[in-house]
């Protein structure tokens, strides 16, 4: 079994920063890949950010130029540091963990509200 927890969410206002943890452990030697994926109120989840097991990486239109993706293999943990937000950026934020083929999990989310 593999568990995913995110953490790091919070409330701050237009124009600051947060970065959120995506930790992951159980019964695996490392992710094929990690996306971030965020659901606002009232909104369908969508996809945010991705790396995969290269080092390469991907990010929505949305948050290009504002939000990097990176990862410590060690600690088995994906972060997403997220600069100038806005309140367009509140959401609730999900990590899916692929650890192989078709084979993937998520975890519980973690809030941001980005207001003034």
């Known amino acids: 079994q593999v568990q995913v927890m995110e953490s790091g969410g919070g409330s701050v206002q237009p124009g600051e920063s947060l970065r959120l943890s995506c930790a992951t452990s159980?019964?695996?030697?490392?992710?094929?890949?990690v996306s971030w994926y965020r659901q606002p109120p009232g909104k369908q989840r969508e996809w945010v950010a991705g790396i995969i097991s290269n080092g390469s990486t991907k990010y929505g239109d949305s948050v290009k130029g504002r939000f990097t993706i990176s990862r410590d293999n060690a600690k088995k943990t994906v972060y997403l540091q997220m600069n100038s937000l806005e309140p367009e950026d509140t959401a609730v934020y999900y990590c899916?963990?692929?650890?192989?083929?078709?084979?993937?999990?998520w975890g519980q989310g973690t809030q941001v509200t980005v207001s003034s």
């Open positions: 159980g019964r695996f030697v490392s992710f094929i890949g």
């Open positions: 899916k963990a692929i650890v192989a083929q078709g084979v993937d999990y």
